[in-house]
């Protein structure tokens, strides 16, 4: 019985979704062999055209990895041009009420 409620726990937990960094390298690893043997039937040289599949398997696999990423970036660089806006201001303003000293 207890073998069985261990199961169900087991079976109803759910994974954590993939990265796009993870879906990235699964997809480039398909993409790669996809293109190492069409590069086969093309006629190239086995080397070549696992050269070849290994190139576009990476592309491939960065292209999809860039295609997916969800995160939203962060909206501090405004801010910190804000506040470095506002020290270089306040800055040139001493300095223009009292020019001996410039720190």
Not at 39 to 53: E, N, V
Not at 83 to 88: D, E, P
Request: net charge positive; proline share 6%.
């Amino acid at each position: 019985m207890t073998n069985l409620q261990d199961k169900k726990a087991t079976a109803t937990f759910k994974k954590p979704p993939k990265s796009p960094k993870e879906k990235g390298i699964s997809f480039g690893v398909k993409m790669w062999i996809f293109f190492m043997v069409m590069f086969g039937f093309l006629g190239y040289s086995t080397p070549l055209s696992i050269l070849f599949g290994v190139v576009g398997g990476v592309a491939a696999g960065f292209i999809y990895a860039w295609w997916h990423i969800t995160d939203i970036p962060e909206k501090t660089l405004a801010s910190d041009a804000q506040k470095t806006l506002a020290y270089v201001t306040e800055q040139h303003s001493k300095i223009k009420t009292n020019p001996k000293s410039k720190k």
